[in-house]
């Protein structure tokens, strides 16, 4: 596993070690989440800044990995401030026109896969945890189903032009796209208005590349939510994950938050 931060990663762990799978770690500094790592041995452990590629293939091939599953994120600001990329990663920056998750990550999944190691779909082993169709927090959605078909609409353009995969609206008025500043900024910029009756959209690209970038909701977006004044969310089913399902859904029905899961 190459494991970003947050508690995706961990989630991912817990879940391969309970299939009986041995498991190795590819961690970054100032990312991955310490316990995780402290969970590994030296043998089945790789630490790296972020940026060093070469390292990253090196511990691959040093692993014998047939498998690889990227999990968890890499702080976005870090494409400009605390990236250390080797000549591997220098290459691979100078060649791509467009820098941004699909670019970046679809040519370092080309190198990864290039020594014979298959990525996995970024959601493997977390079926328990993905978005479900219909309100997921109660009987009734607060939102009228004409402005979730609105937000859905932006969310899903705004991923195709590769901008953000969500969005915040309300009653059709589009009120923050979710850019590189990442969700949490966009629902804090959305929740000063001060509105009511508004909603969060998250979705996936049309042409999601599953093997990383997949969205995730977790506690701490919602925590976001909650400061932000916004008590309603929409998710795409079966592609968003959530970061600990059951204790997500029970946190957002104990703050009167609405998860909604759209096909």
């Known amino acids: 596993m190459i494991a ?3 508690s995706y990663p961990k989630m991912v762990a817990a879940a391969v070690r309970a299939a009986g799978i041995p498991l190795k770690l590819i961690a970054f ?3 991955t989440l310490p316990e995780l790592v402290a969970s590994f041995g030296p043998d089945d452990l790789r630490r790296l800044k972020v940026g060093q590629l070469g390292h990253m293939l090196e511990a691959l091939r040093d692993f014998k990995a047939g498998y690889a599953l990227m999990a968890g994120q890499i702080t976005p600001r870090r494409l400009f401030h605390g990236l250390h990329p080797d000549l591997k990663a220098t290459r691979i920056l100078l060649s791509l026109k467009r820098r941004n998750a699909e670019t970046i990550f679809g040519a370092i999944a080309g190198e990864i896969e290039s020594l014979g190691v298959t990525l996995l779909d970024a959601r493997a082993f977390l079926d328990a945890h993905l978005v ?6 109660g009987r009734s959605f607060p939102i009228d189903p004409e402005y979730v078909s609105h937000g859905v609409q932006i969310a899903r353009e705004s991923a195709r032009l590769d901008i953000g995969q969500g969005c915040v609206v309300r009653k059709g008025t589009v009120l923050a796209i979710e850019a590189f500043e990442g969700t949490d900024e966009m629902l804090r910029r959305a929740g ?7 909603l969060f959209v998250k ?10 970038d997949v969205p995730c909701f977790g506690l701490r977006t919602l925590e976001t939510m909650r400061e932000a004044g916004l008590a309603a969310a929409a998710l795409e089913a079966g592609r968003v994950i959530l970061l600990d399902k059951p204790a997500v859904l029970q946190q957002a029905r104990a703050w009167g938050i609405s998860l909604l899961g759209f096909e």
């Open 4 to 6: 970003g931060q947050g």
């Open 132 to 137: 479900s169709s219909g309100c997921m927090t």
């Open 203 to 212: 979705t996936v690209k049309a042409r999601q590349d599953w093997r990383f």
């Open 29 to 31: 500094e100032a990312e």
């Open 192 to 198: 000063s208005f001060k509105t009511d009756a508004t």
